[in-house]
Structure formats: structure tokens, C-alpha cells
């Protein structure tokens, strides 16, 4: 399936009409749902998902499927990651990456060097990466929007948001 983008990761079903509350990656953008196709990996293999509908909530996103009508028809997915396509958003290659592309970025936080990503760890609820800080101490950030601002592959930089102390 060439090169995927993570975009969010399935908690849980949502309500009880097929929905499923996930929690988007930092660098989730609506565009991404505009061929109504995501790759859910379940079952030892990527598999294709049609969009019925979809709500962005502040710190979720609501997702339905077609074709899955009841919490029942979901639950099978829980925990799982969704992923886009890179080519089909060939125009905003700059906003692509891997997860393994995050390694080795250098950290800022308030315009200053902060660290380095040395590692990105999978767990059930997020992806947490593990920063080595200026001075030698690893910290542990959980890889979302509430905490991570910007990823800027070309300039190799990660940035941290200014307001939360770490």
C-alpha cells in the first residue's frame, strides 16, 4: 500500500449507531477525508473503510462507516490505528510522514533547542515519543495535538507547545 499516513487512532465505539470516537494525530486535517477511504490495519493487513460520516469534536473525532450501523458492528476495531494513502494527497507532501520519520528530529519548545526524539513508543491510547532533553534527562510526550504543535519534516524540527511545562 506505498507510503501511509497515520492520521488518528479508534478508542472506542461512539454512541450506539456505528461511530467510533478517535483520536486524531497532530497533523489531522479534514483534507484527509475527502475521498471518503481510510485504511484501518485489522485482521494482519490494511484494509479499506468508506466514509459515511464524520464529526470533529475539540479533542476527538466521531467517524461512521458504511455500512457498520451499531456499536456491535465496530467494536472489532477498537484500539486500532487509521491510516490515508500519501498518494492520494500527493499535493501536501510536506504534511506526510511516518512515525519513524519523527526520530532523530531536533525538539524547540518557546524557540529554544529543547532535545532530540529518540524513539516513538505504541501504546493503546496514543503514540508517546521519547525526547532526549539538552541535558541528557528522556522525557516522555504523548504524540498529540494537545501537546505537540507542529512537525516540520524539511527543517527537521518537532515543536513542542509553549504553554505545557514537561
Known amino acids: 500500500m506505498g507510503k501511509n499516513l497515520f492520521i ?6 461512539y454512541g450506539n449507531k456505528g461511530y467510533l470516537k478517535v ?12 475521498k471518503n477511504v481510510v485504511w484501518v490495519f485489522v485482521f494482519g ?6 466514509l459515511e460520516d464524520f464529526v470533529v469534536k475539540k479533542d476527538f473525532i466521531a467517524v461512521k462507516f458504511k455500512n457498520f450501523d451499531c456499536s456491535e458492528d465496530v467494536s472489532f476495531l477498537k484500539e486500532k490505528e487509521i491510516f490515508v494513502r500519501g498518494e492520494d494527497f ?14 532523530n528530529l531536533k525538539v524547540v519548545k518557546n524557540n529554544r533547542f529543547f532535545g532530540r526524539v529518540r ?3 505504541n501504546l493503546k491510547q496514543n503514540d508517546v515519543l521519547a ?4 541535558d541528557g534527562e528522556e522525557v516522555l510526550i504523548p504524540f498529540t495535538s494537545e501537546f505537540v504543535e507542529e512537525v516540520n519534516l524539511k527543517e527537521a524540527i518537532l515543536k513542542l507547545k509553549d504553554d505545557i511545562e514537561y
Open 8 to 13: 488518528g487512532k479508534i478508542l472506542t465505539p
Open 23 to 34: 483520536l486524531p494525530s497532530p497533523v489531522f486535517k479534514e483534507d484527509f477525508f475527502e
Open 45 to 50: 493487513d490494511y484494509r479499506r473503510f468508506v
Open 90 to 103: 500527493a499535493g501536501m507532501d510536506d504534511d506526510l510522514f511516518l512515525l519513524s520519520d519523527l526520530k
Open 119 to 121: 524513539d516513538i513508543i
Open 131 to 134: 525526547l532526549e532533553r539538552f
